[in-house]
């Protein structure tokens, strides 16, 4: 489009050269050199590329452009751009460096304001405007006929009037247009008159460049003034020349320009206007001077063309500095030949020379017999005064003070310079304190106090914050930031101080301040104790006072304890190390429960736990606690001092000075030492006595915990049943380098530890505890063993006495003595377990048996009293004879255990001590009562189960049981023994195998049948194996035989069944029946009913099962009672030869029984 | 003695003594309760079993095992709920007297026993013998110990002649078999005298019993081998003897056993052979085995007989218990 747009507006320069105008000569050059100007013609009047007359833009018709045009479209202005320039100039950076100061150009900036398109048509033309086409003026005519009308002078420079020939008015003065028009007018009308005026302004082209900011060619309107035009080009550069402007007319006509005159005097100023094409081009700067300091107008200013210096008082009256006070100093800046800056004091007479400075220093002097109030007062005064007045004088009583004035807090700055902090409020009341004269009282609102209270006084140039930097006052710190500036008081208490400055909030840490005073040292204080205390607190000069949030304490304390020293790269390093140096010096204690912390305490109040816990309110949940309390010594020593505390016993003791405290509840200090490694396991058994209960570590007391007299009763061991009679002290004996162990009754070690057997626990010690749970699977375990070692059962005393293998199966444990050297295993990584003490245990074990709740194997550490024995056995039951206690000692004789004296105690009367090796036996009470229990079933008037005396009969029992319902068929009953079902079963299982074996055997035989025969002998054995069993003995019900009486034993079962009406015919008949019972049928009868005998059948041999499990020769007058089995016998002989008669007669009698069996109970 | 005059006579006798069995159980019928049953003051009833007038058994019936048989009509179930005692031998109070009737071709005679003591016992014996005269003979015996399972016995007996004969027998049994010794010797200037030595297998050949018996009589050798059957209160035998001198000799006997009288009981031997000859025509403890015991009871523990002996008001439907 631009490439296109240069085409046509070559075409039209061509159209331009042909003509002969001069004037359209001279702007040709200048067109040809502002395509931005050509651009702009285009965009007036594509027509007016036709225009070959004038060369410019003109006014003969609306595309004629002119100051209307402009309003429409500020672009018209802009004929050409060029480059902007804002950089500051070399004078300004040298006169910089000269005076520390920058410093404008005078006059550059009057020239570079923003200029407004609508006051271009604000020019004051006058009459001797020439018009010019473009140019629109208003005619107003008056006399006979009225005209009122705008008029736009055409492109050719004619004016059309209605009704008169076009007038040619280019070049005319508007006054000449209204006297030619008048003369027009008054031939026709005498009264006629003409009144013309500017209406719109035609544009012209002018083309500023030089030292200007935004060098170009401008379309202004006719008239414009030079120094409007180089504001159209964004005003004169810094390093441009203000003094000699260069104006070049149409006409070729020069004119050089000094705005400094125009910037001094307006009045005289000379401010040509520019004509169409002109030219202006602005010079580079001649030589310039400064003048600053006590200046109106600090600046750099241009010498006059070929002028090197200029007066001081020519200087002045550049500057508009009219008055110089006395004090004012004048001196000449500048640099030396070496280029150092110097100074030479100057006389109104002297001169400057250029690249010299002009400073007006004034020397500044004040009243000396004043008092002085600055700051949020209603305004800042003086108060002349020859003695130390009150503040209420000076303030009059605070009405002079503005409302936000803070009362609590202000400075006063004595005359020598030293700074104090006034509690205005205080001083307003009392009117003891005076000021002295000469001082100057600060006072502050808010934000400023506030930024006071949030400056850096070394980072600060401010003279207040450096004055309050020096001054006496007192500081009051929230998580290490200060807060407030406390005014040196003596006379209120610390609540009374604190409360204008900081309320405490439920996130105040009440239980720690930090009081520093100025010589550093810090001591850390309950800061509720301070507040309720009503005693004065004194704030000094370079006091501290440190409160804290409870959030952010143990939050801080909790990283520094974390990091370390790694605190001192983190990011807030300024807050955090002061803090944290603060921290230390303080007296202060760190308080964890459960490895969290929990509070940080002034180490002065917390003198005793119980404080502690008071203080952190913990007593509901002191119970919960673990009775290890954990301390890390206050030392000074490289290396930290840990200790330990029992927290029952040294509950109200006084504490040592301590870093840190440590609580544990008892869940988690469990799960505490469960994740011990081997590290802190020995950090903590340093200072405390690791107790293991079942060889694994289970709890850590405070040595301390051992002198009470009430014992060692943690809820970790209270939990639990400990095994009283057996426990162990490991302890290192650094000469020997080994481990010792030392066995002691449990109640002597914890229980009552301060009793003569006890022994002094100590730190390093290790105590190994037992359950009752872990001695009995120990031993359990150790009695399966025993019974499997053949060697242990060699020994005669072993065999002889029961349990002794179980503590003495190796001679080496019980060579063992009461101290023995043994080995503790590595501290696992993982899990501190102790080792395994299980022989230990064993070796010295006792055995006591019989009537006691829990008879077994019973580790003894120390000589025990006989009672305490059978107590730990559960004592004796109320079935033991007590009278009848025997004990059997157990001697070495010839590297030979043996068993040594017996003894029997009536526990009723004697109580020995028991040493050495023995066991105990508590016999039972000869229990005549009830040995057992019985079950009665079926047809008995009270079936059920019945507890028996020893010579209680089935008899007696069923006596007891109401006897036989009328239904029962005594001679059915089946009588049940436990010991006969087991050797039925037995003897099931041996006749079985026998069969087995024959069918081995009949393989193997040239019988015929003997294929058939197997398969008969294995279904018996198979029957024999599979079938029930009952233990059945034949008991006659109904009548006791008094010299055969059948004593019931436990476990015993009868049952009375109804009475039946079948016989059962079995064996080598030709069908198993069970045939109906008749009493007139004999066994030839039933045999009938069963099909008869087969040919197997061997009669002599057979034989009837009676209901009551009696076996009864069969003959042809055998009587045959209901319910009987009558059993046929196959014959031997055609069987086979080995003979399996007998042997079958007794697997069909086993059967037959259990057959009969079931038939009765069902 | 001629065959005729035997049939006669074993013709005669068999009608006497059937007579005297029918005169039995006439009188059985008056007296429910034969003489072995006695009941207690607590309802039991004791039974001993008789057998050759020999007592082994003490059998008690429960009294509720009496209800019960009462109440079912059944006494097979109180024959096994009875407590049985098993005593050495003595002889049988019951009956007052038994009779053995001999008839055999050589001789016949009449032995009338009665027991006087439970060891002591005596015999009137008559003979009619080859020589068709009567003769007579008074003894007595003595059990000299016994026990369940054998029995020792001596006898004296003074015949009409004067003629003494001491005799003596030993007796043990066994379930399955017995032995037998029999010895005897009689006027001591003619030495008469007879010994013999036997044994018995019951049920050795199914139902049939063997016996053997070797010994001297009469100055002669002799062995026998008998099979006997018994059928009923009939036993029937054939014995095969073989003496010195003499071929062997088949005979053919019966013996039939009248018991379940009141106080009397007949034993009746009819034989082709010389009764007392051999040691198997002595007594036998063969009824007191126990597998015999049933065969004891059936006749003698009936309903009628406890319904008899009880007392109704201690017949209860309740199983009470001793």
């Known amino acids: 489009m631009f490439k296109f747009t240069k085409i046509i507006a070559s075409i039209y320069l061509i159209a331009l050269a042909n003509t002969a105008h001069a004037q359209s000569n001279a702007n040709l050059g200048l067109l040809l050199e502002q395509s931005g100007a050509i651009e702009q013609l285009e965009n007036f009047s594509p027509s007016a590329a036709a225009n070959t007359s004038t060369g410019i833009p003109n006014a003969q018709s609306s595309d004629t452009a002119n100051a209307s045009d402009v309003v429409e479209d500020e672009k018209i202005l802009l004929q050409s751009e060029g480059k902007i320039h804002t950089e500051t100039s070399v004078v300004q950076r040298y006169f910089r460096i000269l005076t520390d100061t920058k410093l404008e150009v005078y006059g550059a900036q009057e020239f570079s304001q923003q200029q407004d398109s609508q006051l271009l048509f604000f020019n004051t033309v006058g009459k001797n405007y020439q018009l010019a086409p473009g140019d629109v003026i208003n005619i107003t005519l008056r006399g006979l006929k009225n005209l009122d009308q705008t008029f736009k002078i055409n492109k050719n420079g004619n004016l059309i009037l209605p009704d008169r020939q076009p007038i040619n008015v280019s070049g005319l003065a508007i006054s000449d247009l209204e006297e030619t028009l008048l003369t027009f007018m008054r031939y026709d009308d005498a009264s006629a008159q003409v009144f013309i005026s500017l209406e719109t302004a035609r544009l012209i082209t002018v083309q500023v460049s030089g030292a200007v900011n935004r060098p170009r060619t401008l379309a202004v309107p006719a008239y414009t003034p030079l120094s409007r035009v180089l504001a159209y080009a964004g005003g004169v550069k810094p390093n441009g020349s203000l003094r000699n402007i260069v104006l070049r007319g149409r006409d070729g006509s020069i004119e050089e320009v000094d705005f400094y005159d125009f910037l001094q005097s307006p009045v005289g100023s000379n401010d040509p206007v520019v004509t169409d094409a002109s030219r202006i081009f602005v010079p580079n700067q001649g030589p310039t001077v400064a003048a600053f300091g006590f200046v109106a107008r600090p600046g750099i200013y241009e010498l006059p063309t070929d002028q090197s210096m200029i007066t001081v008082q020519e200087l002045l009256t550049l500057s508009g500095t009219s008055i110089i006070p006395p004090g004012l100093v004048l001196e000449a800046q500048f640099f030396d030949s070496n280029g150092i800056s110097k100074r030479r004091e100057l006389t109104s007479d002297d001169t400057i020379s250029a690249g010299e400075v002009l400073n007006l220093r004034f020397v500044q002097t004040k009243l000396q017999d004043t008092i002085t109030v600055t700051g949020a007062v209603l305004e800042e005064y003086s108060m002349a005064s020859s003695e130390p007045i009150t503040f209420s004088e000076l303030l009059k009583g ?37 000021i002295s004269v000469g001082s100057t009282l600060v006072v502050l609102d808010q934000s400023t106090y506030l930024k006071l209270v949030n400056s850096e006084p070394n980072k600060t140039d401010d003279p207040l914050t450096a004055a309050v930097a020096n001054a006496e006052l007192g500081e009051l710190f929230l998580n290490g930031s200060r807060i407030a500036l406390l005014p040196i008081n003596d006379k209120d208490s610390f609540d009374t101080i604190l409360r204008p400055n900081y309320r405490t909030t439920p996130r105040t840490n009440l239980n720690l301040a930090i009081v520093e005073t100025a010589d550093g040292n810090a001591q850390a204080v309950n800061l509720q104790a301070l507040l309720q205390g009503n005693q004065i607190f004194p704030v000094t000069a370079g006091l501290k006072i440190h409160l804290f949030e409870t959030t952010f304490l143990n939050r801080f304390v909790d990283r520094l304890t974390a990091a370390k020293d790694d605190l001192l790269i983190e990011s807030d390093l300024n807050q955090s190390v002061p803090l944290a140096r603060l921290l230390s010096r303080a007296n202060v204690v760190k308080i964890k429960l459960n490895d969290q912390l929990v509070a940080v305490l002034p180490g002065s109040s917390s003198k005793k736990l119980s404080e502690i816990i008071d203080t952190l309110g913990l007593e509901q949940s002191f119970t919960d606690f673990s009775d290890f309390v954990e301390l890390e010594l206050r030392s000074n020593r490289d290396f930290a001092e840990f200790s330990s505390l029992s927290l029952s016993q040294n509950y109200s003791s006084i504490l040592p000075a301590a870093k840190n405290i440590s609580f544990w509840s008892n869940t988690q200090f469990s799960q505490y030492l469960n994740s011990l490694d081997k590290r802190n396991f020995t950090r903590i058994s340093s200072i405390g006595v690791p107790i293991f209960v079942d060889n694994k570590l289970t709890d850590i007391l405070s040595p301390t915990s051992f002198s009470s007299k009430e014992g060692v009763a943690t809820d970790v061991l209270l939990d639990r049943e400990i095994y009283g009679l057996f426990s162990t002290v490991n302890r290192y004996d650094e000469v020997s380098g080994s481990w010792g162990t030392t066995l002691k009754r449990t109640r002597n070690l914890l229980f009552s530890p301060t009793n003569s057997n006890s022994i002094k626990i100590r730190v390093g010690d290790e105590i190994a505890l037992f359950t009752n749970q872990f001695i009995d699977e120990l031993i359990q375990g150790q009695q399966v063993q025993s019974t499997k070692t053949e060697s242990q059962k060699s020994t005669t005393v072993a065999d002889t006495q029961p349990g002794f293998t179980q503590v003495f199966g190796s001679v080496d444990a019980f060579e063992q003595q009461a101290l023995e050297q043994i080995e503790l295993n590595e501290v696992d990584q993982s899990n501190v377990v102790l080792r395994d003490n299980n022989n230990l245990l064993r070796s010295y074990s006792v055995p006591i048996n019989g009537a006691v709740l829990r008879p077994g194997l019973y580790p003894i550490a120390e000589d025990i009293k006989l009672s305490t024995l059978i107590n730990t056995a559960g004592g004796t039951l109320n079935s033991a004879d007590n009278k009848r206690v025997s004990v059997q000692s157990i001697d070495i004789q010839n590297q030979s255990i043996v068993k040594g004296n017996v003894k029997t105690f009536d526990l009723a009367k004697n109580d020995p001590i028991l040493t050495g090796k023995y066991f105990v036996e508590v016999p039972y009470l000869i229990n005549e009562a009830s040995t057992g229990k019985v079950t009665l079933s079926g047809e008995v008037l009270y079936p059920g189960d019945y507890v028996i005396s020893r010579n209680e009969t089935v008899h007696d029992v069923l006596q007891r049981a109401g006897g036989l319902s009328p239904v029962a068929y005594p001679l059915g009953a089946v009588f049940s023994r436990e010991a006969l079902k087991e050797s039925e079963v037995a003897n099931n299982n041996l006749l079985a195998a026998e069969l087995e074996q024959s069918v081995m055997q009949l393989a193997g035989s040239e019988n015929p049948n003997a294929a058939d025969q197997a398969q008969l002998l294995i279904g018996y054995a198979r029957q024999l194996r599979t079938q029930p069993t009952v233990g059945r003995m034949p008991v006659n019900v109904i009548q006791e035989n008094k010299k055969n009486l059948v004593f019931m034993q436990s476990g015993d079962s009868l049952f009375i069944p109804k009475r039946p009406s079948h016989v059962t015919v079995m064996g080598a008949v030709n069908r198993k029946s069970v045939v109906s019972y008749a009493p007139e049928k004999t066994v030839d009868g039933y045999l009938f009913a069963a099909g008869g005998k087969t040919k197997l059948a061997d009669q002599k041999r057979s034989y009837m099962l009676l209901p009551n499990g009696e076996a009864t020769q069969l003959s042809r007058d055998t009587i045959v009672p209901p319910g009987s089995v009558i059993v046929i016998v196959p014959r031997t002989d055609r069987l086979n030869v080995i003979g399996l008669t007998d042997l079958l007669s007794r697997v069909l009698g086993n059967i037959a029984t259990s057959v009969l069996a079931i038939n009765n109970v069902r | ?165 001491v005799n003596g027998s030993i007796l043990n049994i066994g379930e399955t078999s017995e032995q037998f010794y029999a010895a005897s010797i009689s006027d001591i200037h003619s030495s008469r005298y007879s010994a013999s030595y036997g044994q018995r297998n019951w049920n050795a050949l199914g139902d049939i019993n063997a016996a053997w018996a070797i010994g001297r009589a009469g100055g002669v050798g002799f062995a026998s081998f008998q099979l006997e059957r018994d059928i009923n209160q009939i036993l029937g035998f054939v014995r095969l003897t073989t003496k010195s001198g003499t071929s062997p000799q088949l005979d053919l006997g019966m013996r039939y056993n009248l018991s379940g009288a009141k106080n009397s009981n007949w034993r009746v031997l009819v034989s082709s052979n010389e009764d007392g000859y051999s040691a198997l025509d002595g007594p036998s403890l063969g009824a007191h085995r126990r597998v015999n015991l049933s065969t004891l009871w059936r006749p003698i523990v009936t309903i009628d007989a406890l319904t008899s002996a009880v007392p109704s008001e201690l017949v209860s439907d309740k199983l009470a218990i001793n």
């Open chain 1, 398 to 434: 605070g009405a002079t003070l503005k409302s936000d004035a803070k009362l609590n807090f202000a400075m006063l700055v004595e005359r020598d310079g030293t700074a104090q902090a006034v509690d205005l409020a205080q001083a307003l009341r009392g009117n003891s304190k005076k």
């Open chain 2, 1 to 165: 003695m001629c065959g005729k005059t035997f049939v006669i006579i074993t013709a005669g006798l068999l009608t006497a003594t059937t007579a005297l069995h029918a005169s039995e159980d006439d009188s059985k019928e008056e007296s429910k309760l034969p003489e072995v049953l006695v009941t207690d003051t607590e309802g039991n009833i004791t039974w001993q079993p008789t057998a050759g007038g020999l007592n082994k058994y003490k059998i008690v019936l429960p009294r509720p095992g009496i209800s019960q048989a009462i109440k079912y009509q059944d006494t097979s179930e109180l024959f096994y709920l009875s407590e049985v005692f098993e005593n050495s031998f003595v002889n049988s109070p019951s009956p007052k007297h038994w009779v053995d009737l001999s008839l055999t071709p050589a001789s016949s005679s009449v032995k009338l026993h009665w027991p006087i003591s439970d060891i002591f016992s005596a015999k009137i014996q008559l003979n009619y013998g080859d020589w068709a005269k009567l003769s007579y003979s008074i003894s007595g015996s003595m059990i000299t110990s016994a026990t369940p399972y054998r029995y020792n016995n001596v006898g004296l007996s003074l015949g009409d002649q004067n003629e003494l004969t």
